[in-house]
């Protein structure tokens, strides 16, 4: 069964679509943004390897091509503090004049949703380019002998090791998951980002882990391939009714409600669920996001927006979209804002209940 190809994507892949930009005609506030000769920072606040800077390395390229001028677009990557190190930084120092975006993860707006001490930003503030729906994969080490998640009740009784970011970073879908389920799981935090999990599984420092599906096509199917990883599940998608199905990029894989009823024999219900599925929208069907500062000027985010739908029109990255990013539809303008407010709210219930168990569990603060 393959689950993917490797992907190297290079500037000179896109650069071919420079002649189709020239010939875009986009509103006229669009037009009257210039980057020539500039260099934009995509900030990404997490290290490298990982599904956020898989993606963000993908993206930045297109907006090369497609915003006005055809500027150098950078990825630069500030880790730490399980993704707010960057957003803070990105709130306090970017100007409002294009010339830094940011691209988040559910690892970013969790903090946030959640009142993090540690946040500083105010995500509701700033102007959104676009929306990347993704998901995600959990695997384990192929020396527990586990097989499928046929065999998930095997590993009731394995003490499992699980190389996390932070109880309030995107890492709260899968902590929430492996309690669902009843698993016994060692959450080593202070992980730089999933990719620095995944190296920690390869090193054999863990033996659970998950990537998000472009890290996953591409880091881990490898290890699939030689026999050292097995995947699971998927966290699902959601559909236009708002229930959580299979992931068509996994399509193969049982969804995380599935798993969960081959392993218990029910459906799963009750709080813990109602505050899993809470922060599963919020973290995966808007998972992944660029960003402008607040006070952007108008003009600025309508070259940002049009060089989006540009890039997600363009024959290279439709050809390339489903190596990196899964199959998955990119969600720009309005559409993006609307599922961003969405994201953002939480219902109180589900907040006040995770809050709980994550001072309970983790002795985290709030």
Not at 198 to 205: M, N, P, S, T, V
Not at 215 to 227: K, Q, R
């Amino acid at each position: 069964m393959s689950w993917g190809r490797s992907f190297n994507h290079s500037v000179k892949a896109v650069c071919a679509a420079a002649a189709l930009a020239c010939g875009l005609t986009g509103t006229a506030m669009a037009q009257d943004a210039d980057f020539s000769g500039d260099r934009v920072e995509l900030i990404i606040p997490f290290g490298e390897g990982g599904g956020t800077d898989t993606w963000g390395r993908f993206w930045a390229p297109y907006f090369s091509v497609f915003l006005p001028g055809k500027p150098t677009v950078v990825v630069k990557n500030i880790p730490g503090g399980g993704s707010t190190s960057g957003a803070n930084q990105f709130e306090a120092r970017a100007k409002a004049d294009g010339l830094t975006a940011i691209g988040t993860s559910g690892s970013t707006q969790f903090p946030y949703l959640l009142r993090d001490k540690r946040v500083q930003y105010e995500m509701r503030d700033w102007r959104v380019i676009l929306a990347s729906p993704t998901g995600g994969v959990v695997y384990v080490n192929s020396d527990l002998g586990v097989k499928s998640a046929a065999d998930l009740n095997t590993l009731k009784d394995i003490h499992l090791r699980y190389g996390s970011q932070g109880a309030t970073s995107l890492d709260l879908v899968p902590l929430l998951a492996f309690e669902l389920l009843g698993l016994d799981v060692d959450a080593v935090f202070g992980m730089k980002g999933r990719g620095a999990g995944r190296l920690a599984f390869e090193r054999g420092e863990v033996n659970i882990d998950y990537q998000t599906s472009s890290a996953f096509i591409n880091n881990v199917t490898p290890l699939i391939d030689i026999g050292t990883a097995v995947p699971l599940f998927s966290w699902g998608a959601m559909d236009d009714d708002g229930n959580i199905i299979r992931d068509p990029s996994f399509p193969d894989l049982p969804s995380f409600p599935e798993a969960y009823e081959m392993m218990k024999g029910e459906k799963p219900s009750g709080p813990a669920w109602e505050a899993y599925k809470a922060f599963f929208i919020a973290g995966f069907p808007a998972q992944k996001m660029v960003f402008l500062p607040k006070d952007t000027p108008e003009n600025i985010v309508e070259a940002y927006r049009a060089a989006a739908v540009a890039a997600t029109e363009d024959k290279s990255f439709l050809a390339d979209r489903e190596a990196t990013l899964g199959e998955y539809k990119q969600i720009v303008g309005e559409p993006a804002e609307r599922i961003f407010r969405q994201a953002t709210n939480v219902p109180e219930e589900a907040r006040s209940w995770v809050q709980k168990w994550l001072t309970d569990k983790y002795s985290v603060q709030f």
